[in-house]
């Protein structure tokens, strides 16, 4: 008789505060064969945290082929294996999306991939921001380049929230960016969500540039930026 295929479990895992994973997802961490992960050491934080001490291997954008194919073989052969992200929900921004739709494209309907949800810092942003998101459009990280001026063309013009990720060496350029073409948005920005530090600073864009220049430490950290529509 064939073996059954292992599960890959997609598990949320915590955006800074440790406590931020469900009783799930911990049972799944300790329960799994392998856990695969964007960094072992970051996951090691967490695993060493609630004493879980199954095995971990690395899986990142730039593994390779034969690393997905190690994993496929691994799922062929029915191991069970977590799939984590530094931070968050894998495949949002994070890697993960590849190896799945591999597996999707090997088993087809016979793939388990089940996703244990968690912490995500979009949602997280969303659900404290104080803006109506019953829709809204997720950028994801603007590009650095190529695009990225059209992008904020497309986010003053939108009539739906417009939220993407930014990095503290971008943050006060994309502030600059929005004066330029939306000078009258009401911007939100989420920074260090559920970490010491967290805060939630709304304004104009011109008024936001002011108090990130105006205090060195408001431009450090990581950054969820909420555009309401006028
Ligand atoms: N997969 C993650 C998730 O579900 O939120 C996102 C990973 S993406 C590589 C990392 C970006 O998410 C950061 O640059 C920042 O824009 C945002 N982010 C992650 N953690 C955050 C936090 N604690 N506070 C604010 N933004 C955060």
Redesign the pocket.
């Known amino acids: 008789m064939e073996n059954e295929i292992g599960t890959l479990y997609v598990v ?1 895992t915590p ?2 505060n440790l406590e931020d994973i469900t009783l799930r997802a911990l049972r799944i961490l300790k329960e799994v064969d392998i856990i695969l992960c964007e960094d072992t050491r970051t996951t090691h934080t967490l695993l060493n945290k609630y004493e879980i001490k199954t095995k971990c291997i690395s899986y990142h954008t730039h593994s390779t082929e034969g690393k997905a194919n190690a994993i496929l073989e691994l799922i062929r052969d029915g191991k069970n294996l977590a799939l984590v ?10 890697p993960g999306v590849l190896l799945i739709s591999q597996i999707k494209s090997e088993f087809g309907n016979e793939a388990k991939v089940v996703p244990i949800p968690g ?7 969303l659900s404290a921001c104080g803006v109506s998101v019953a829709d809204f459009i997720f950028l994801g ?1 603007l590009p650095h380049k190529k695009g990225r001026e059209t992008l904020f063309k497309e986010i003053a013009i939108s009539e739906r929230p417009m939220v ?4 503290s060496h971008r943050i006060l350029k994309a502030l600059e960016s929005m004066i330029k073409v939306c000078p009258d948005k009401k911007v939100t920005i ?6 010491f530090y ?1 805060e939630f600073l709304t304004g104009k864009p011109d008024e936001l540039l002011r108090i990130l220049e105006g205090d060195t430490n408001k431009q450090k ?4 930026v909420i555009v309401a529509p006028l």
């Open positions: 949320a955006i800074g992200s530094d931070a968050g929900t894998p495949c949002i921004s994070d912490a995500s810092a979009l949602i997280t942003a990280f993407f990720y930014e990095s989420a920074r260090e969500l559920t970490k967290e950290g990581e950054f969820v």
